[in-house]
Each structure stands twice: as C-alpha cells, then as structure tokens.
C-alpha cells in the first residue's frame, strides 16, 4: 500500500510533511485532519492518543507520530537525495541540528499563544498573561533562529530540504498570531519567500486551502479520516 499522511488544518504544522512527500515524488496519499473539529475526540484518539497531527500510516500500515520521526522516514527513503543529504555528511548534520531546533524550542515557544486562542471561557487576565508569555518566547526563538541562518538560498545549501519543510509550517503562525513584527528579522523573511515560492510547497499550500492543484502526480488522492481510523485505529 501507499503511505498515507494526516495532516492537520487550519494552519497545520504538517503542511511542510506534505510539501516533503511531494518533493520526493513517490507514490502517497493524504488524509485531511480538521484539527478544531475531528482530533479532539475518542474516534482520532484510536490513530493518535496525543490528539495531534503530523500522523504517518507507512506502507507496512504502521502507525506513526511525530513530525520528527516521520521527516527520518522520509529521509530513508530518499535515495536520489531530494530532500536530503548523504548520511554523515556535514550538510546532514546542519539539516539535522535545524530540523531539532525548528521542532523544539522554535514549536514549542508558541505553545502559551495556542493555548490563549483554544481557551473559550478562560479569564480575559490569563489569556492576556499567555499571550504576553508567548509573544515574549517567540521573539526569542526568531532572534535565535536569524543568528542561525547562513547565506544560502535556503537553510542548508541551495536547494529545499526537510530543514525548510520543518520550518515551513510553523513559521506561519508568527503571523496567525501578530506575535512579533517579521521586517525585524529580514533573514528569516528572505528565506521564507524562498520556500513558499518552491513549487511543492506552493503545491501544500493550495492542498491545505482544499483546492485540487496539479502536482507531479505522486499524491493518488485524499482517505477520508473516518475510513484510516476504521483500518488503521487501534
């Protein structure tokens, strides 16, 4: 069988993973994820107990979670090296150093803004607090991450790689949120025109918008969710 990736909407982190598949050009499909109404509840909890998206059914129909596990998935199974680097090669170690930064402290300095915009009732204080906190950790991580980028057309080399694709995704949300004013940080804005004018992320994107864009054709089309829990939940 064809792999299959959940990937979450709106504004999923997994848009990159989707961007990803399609660069390495192998068959897949995917499998839509509305995250505000069909992951938090016991039906999704059956593919994924955390309740999160990036979710990877493998061509063995394997359950896997995690965007940094499935990016070394991918990364095996990329042998014409699209999307990756040779092994032990110092342009995978960056790749890979990139790739944590991005999915750790990058991600997770969002995470008080995120709770702030899913809270309905909490006290208009607390999601002031939070929102403060998390503006705060944000701009952090952008210092961080600017001081990080080098001069190359994309994060590591000249061409788009899993690093960009991590990034991708998540970079976004500075906006969503108008967590820090992104002219403040001219490296990162360069890069991230770069990426999003990359076919195969341009290509994600009108996915993730439910538009049906021409692709190179890897991509056999959308499972609905209810049909992967059915086959694939526990």
Not at 166 to 189: K, M, N, S
Request: with cysteine.
């Amino acid at each position: 069988m064809e792999p299959i990736l959940l990937y979450g909407v709106p504004a999923g982190s997994s848009m990159g993973l989707v961007a990803a598949f399609e660069r390495l050009g192998q068959p897949y499909r995917l499998c839509r994820v509305d995250m505000l109404t069909e992951m938090k509840n016991d039906a999704y909890t059956r593919i994924n107990g955390r309740q999160e998206t990036p979710v990877l059914i493998t061509d063995e129909g394997k359950v896997l979670t995690e965007t940094m596990a499935i990016a070394a998935w991918l990364e095996a199974r990329d042998r014409q090296r699209r999307i990756s680097f040779d092994p032990r090669s110092p342009e995978a170690d960056r790749m890979h150093q990139l790739m944590a930064f991005v999915n750790t402290g990058f991600t997770a300095a969002f995470t008080p803004l995120w709770a702030a915009y899913e809270m309905e009732s909490a006290e208009p204080e607390l999601k002031a607090t939070l929102r403060d906190f998390g503006r705060k950790a944000v701009a952090e991580r952008h210092d961080r991450l600017e001081a990080m980028i080098s001069n190359t057309d994309f994060l590591v080399g000249d061409r788009l790689t899993l690093a960009d694709t991590t990034l991708i995704g998540v970079a976004r949300w500075a906006e969503f949120h108008q967590a820090v004013d992104g002219a403040a940080y001219p490296r990162l804005a360069a890069l991230r025109r770069r990426i999003e004018s990359d076919p195969d992320v341009r290509y994600a994107q009108a996915i993730e918008d439910g538009e049906k864009p021409a692709g190179s054709g890897a991509c056999l089309g959308h499972i609905p969710l209810a049909e992967v829990i059915e086959r694939f939940g526990a």
